[in-house]
């Protein structure tokens, strides 16, 4: 496709169980990141990657989030024993090279409900 | 930490009229800022980036201006229509010369027709 794609668009998932967010960035896009944004909040930085660099997670909130990129595409956001307060709205963005030098592309984002 | 506020209050105006919208940083001098919109249900769309050494960047009906020394950007929209109306969020570099971007809560525009 032509912009970045993100599945499930709505995740309904019971408190402890683990979940799966999946971007598919801009082909060619080298940068990938992921946000969190709380109703009504603005974006919560989570995680970046660049190309085959280490990523930088110093956004993640707990150990129970982690995400991995492979083969520079696809990249999966994992919530393992997921809580109330997971529940966001999960939005992943692809860049040419990073910011610096131009926009970030975002995805639709994948609304997270933990009952 | 760097931090970014924006007025967390929506902006209410009329329409024909100037928006005008804030983003302040403090502990931090960014090589570059930029504006997105988002509208409600969807992600971010970028609009502008500025550098640190561009005073102002216009694109059509919008203009944005970066002050250094203020540590403050202002973000412009002329001849305002309601279908600007939206959230607009200012991003930052985090810290360096890294590329990793973090952003302000948004300032929500109405614009009346």
């Known amino acids: 496709g032509a912009g970045v794609s993100q599945s499930p668009s709505n995740k309904v998932t019971e408190k402890g169980k683990d979940v799966e967010l999946r971007c598919d960035p801009i082909s060619g896009h080298t940068a990938l990141y992921w946000y969190r944004q709380s109703l009504g909040q603005g974006l919560e930085f989570l995680i970046y990657?660049?190309?085959?660099?280490?990523?930088?997670k110093s956004g993640l909130p707990s150990d129970r989030f982690s995400a991995e990129r492979t083969g520079g595409s696809v990249s999966t956001l994992t919530i393992q024993r997921t809580q109330q307060e997971d529940s966001a709205v999960y939005l992943c963005a692809s860049s040419l090279s990073g910011g610096r030098t131009g926009e970030l592309f975002f995805g639709e984002g994948s609304r997270l409900t933990v009952l | 930490s760097q931090k970014i506020e924006q007025n967390s209050e929506a902006l209410n105006i009329q329409e024909g009229k100037t928006a005008t919208l804030t983003c302040n940083y403090t502990n931090y001098s960014p090589a570059y800022l930029q504006w997105y919109r988002q509208d409600p249900g969807r992600g971010p769309v970028f609009l502008l980036l500025?550098?640190?050494?561009?005073k102002e960047k216009r694109k059509e009906r919008l203009k944005v201006t970066f002050d250094t020394t203020l540590k403050q950007s202002l973000f412009h929209i002329t001849a305002s229509q309601p279908a600007d109306s939206a959230t607009y969020l200012c991003a930052l570099p985090w810290g360096g010369a890294t590329n990793k971007l973090i952003f302000g809560t948004g300032t929500l525009l109405a614009v009346q027709p």
């Open positions: 990657f660049q190309g085959n660099s280490a990523p930088d």
């Open positions: 500025i550098r640190e050494n561009e």
